[in-house]
């Protein structure tokens, strides 16, 4: 027979000490777990030489029911792929700098109680996640999860180059110091690369990104075609001619995609519109990209090295979220 203390649950906050007010963030914790009548949560801070997968690796060994987490976008990615395909419902507190996993499923950013509740008590969605096996220059290979997007080229340059103290003093706004600093030196480099069952393509790019879900901070929608219930993998090249080519990126992003899209009279004008390539969209559950050189590449906005080739695939409803209790779901 199973005694009562063995059948209390638990929960586990993994959290980024630097992202968060860990004080107040664990007593909120414990708070809701008291109230929702489960055993005191287990705690584990993240470090910079393991930014979560450890972590949630350790609070499952110790039994947790529900993990929650706390701290960048990298945090959130981290320990969703340690407990990718376990069942164990993830819970994400809003935090740091980009929120994006959560700004894609809708989640309220500004109410951390709340959030922290569902844990115990709200709903949960199957979501996707992608794993992206990366092969070095010099022959080695390691696999790991994204459940926002990764990239090859620019956007991981910009990436690396943006710098730690302004984005902790401004935000995502800090990539477009990082943007300017990459384009100086930016220049595109050949590919091959094949999507799903479709042919081996060959292009000159600046950047390759491929995605699990496309929304921004500051409601611009990179892919709004993406969701993270889907099963499918969204990729997007970046190929402007010169300069100018970058004005028609950002027309495609910040007003095509992200306001003429919300209107009916506006889908009518995209579609009379000639066709740019400066970006072009495809979906699969697979991706193979492959360049001579190596280049820098990005998995949810951390740096991972660079990458002479990349073997992308979407895990369709491989990780469980908790959402608020009537949470709408036909959006994501």
């Known amino acids: 027979m199973t005694s009562d203390a063995a059948a209390v649950r638990r929960a586990a906050l993994v959290y980024n000490p630097v992202k968060v007010d860990a004080r107040r963030l664990r007593a909120q914790v414990v708070h809701a777990a008291e109230r929702a009548g489960w055993g005191a949560p287990l705690f584990f801070e993240t470090t910079p ?81 992608g794993f992206a096996e990366l092969h070095r220059v010099d022959g080695a290979r390691e696999t790991h999860a994204y459940v926002v997007m990764g990239g090859i080229g620019l956007d991981a340059a910009m990436i690396a180059n943006t710098r730690p103290s302004l984005k902790k003093s401004v935000g995502w706004v800090a990539y477009v110091d990082g943007a300017a600093r990459s384009l100086v030196r930016a220049a595109p480099f050949r590919i091959v690369y094949q999507v799903g069952d479709q042919r081996l393509h060959s292009a000159r790019v600046q950047s390759v990104l491929y995605a699990n879900c496309g929304s921004l901070p500051a409601g611009l929608s990179l892919i709004p075609e993406a969701s ?105």
């Open 49 to 129: 030489e393991d930014l979560g997968q450890g972590q949630a690796r350790s609070a499952l060994s110790q039994g947790a029911d529900a993990v929650l987490v706390a701290g960048g976008d990298g945090t959130v990615r981290a320990v969703a792929e340690a407990l990718a395909h376990t069942g164990v419902p993830l819970t994400i507190v809003p935090s740091g700098t980009g929120n994006l996993l959560a700004r894609n499923l809708r989640l309220p950013l500004d109410d951390p109680d709340r959030v922290i509740g569902t844990a115990f008590t709200g709903d949960t969605v199957m979501i996707d996640v």
């Open 228 to 332: 993270v219930v889907d099963g499918t993998m969204d990729v997007v090249l970046f190929q402007p001619k010169a300069w100018w080519g970058w004005l028609f990126v950002w027309r495609r992003v910040a007003w095509d995609n992200s306001v003429l899209r919300r209107f009916r009279a506006g889908r009518r004008v995209l579609q009379l519109r000639t066709r740019d390539n400066a970006v072009r969209y495809m979906r699969g559950r697979t991706m193979e990209v492959a360049a001579a050189e190596p280049h820098p590449v990005q998995l949810d906005g951390d740096e991972f090295g660079e990458a002479v080739r990349i073997v992308s695939r979407i895990d369709a409803g491989a990780l469980r979220v908790t959402v608020p209790t009537g949470h709408d779901l036909s959006r994501l």
